[in-house]
């Protein structure tokens, strides 16, 4: 059975500081990775996808992935107390349409 | 452009009772696909659609799960003499193509609570 998996939290991170979220895998022929921001009570939100080894930019947010090592993490950067939700890493594999997603770490941003 | 809606957002039915939740998807995505969200868990995939077609029905949890999408738009999804242990939220997303890298979006979520 596909697992992800991640730290549950609370993360509780200072107002400008870096928040690392990490999540491993374990199916090796996944193939792409989803970050989702998801606040209580909403839907899940795309922050970041990557589907290549290595790290992938986007504003404050950077995506890493090491399919050698079935790991794949989000960093915040400069965080803020709006980032303050639960991140869901999810995972899908070749020809596979569906997401796995992990249980998810909640992020607490303090001011 | 309107993203993906559901209704209704909150649903409360009795145990033994039918209930159907709908989702309409972003206009001209041909995947659709419906989760189940625990409290405290991240989302479970339930069944997947490309068009009318229901290609994955690997998670629905039993036979009293059942969905469909008569016209490759809108999707229901029905749970037939609900249990307690069914009460969870609800989420429809869709796609543009279903392809693994493609984004899904999601809706707001229906949350039943089974009594």
């Known amino acids: 059975q596909k697992e992800v998996e991640q730290n549950s939290g609370p993360l509780s991170v200072p107002e400008g500081a870096i928040a690392s979220l990490n999540c491993t895998y374990s199916?090796?022929?996944?193939?792409?990775f989803f970050w989702y921001r998801q606040y209580s009570g909403k839907s899940p939100e795309l922050i970041m996808s990557i589907y290549s080894n290595g790290d992938k930019e986007d504003g404050r947010f950077t995506a890493q992935l090491n399919k050698a090592s079935q790991y794949v993490s989000l960093l915040i950067r400069d965080s803020q107390p709006s980032d303050s939700a639960t991140y869901l890493c999810a995972v899908s594999g070749a020809g596979s349409y569906q997401l796995t997603f992990g249980k998810g770490t909640k992020l607490s941003v303090i001011p | 452009g309107a993203g993906v809606s559901q209704s209704p957002r909150y649903k409360v039915a009795k145990r033994g009772q039918d209930v159907a939740l709908r989702c309409d998807p972003i206009s001209g995505h041909v995947s659709l696909f419906w989760y189940q969200q625990a409290l405290g868990q991240g989302p479970e995939f339930l069944t997947y659609?490309?068009?009318?077609?229901?290609?994955?029905k690997s998670g629905l949890p039993s036979d009293r799960f059942f969905a469909e999408r008569p016209e490759g738009s809108v999707s229901t999804l029905k749970i037939q003499r609900t249990q307690q242990e069914d009460s969870a939220v609800y989420l429809c997303?869709?796609?543009?193509?279903?392809?693994?890298?493609?984004?899904?979006?999601f809706g707001p979520g229906t949350r039943l609570t089974v009594l």
């Open positions: 659609f490309q068009n009318e077609a229901q290609l994955d």
């Open positions: 199916d090796r022929g996944s193939q792409s």
């Open positions: 997303a869709s796609s543009e193509q279903g392809r693994s890298t493609d984004t899904q979006y």
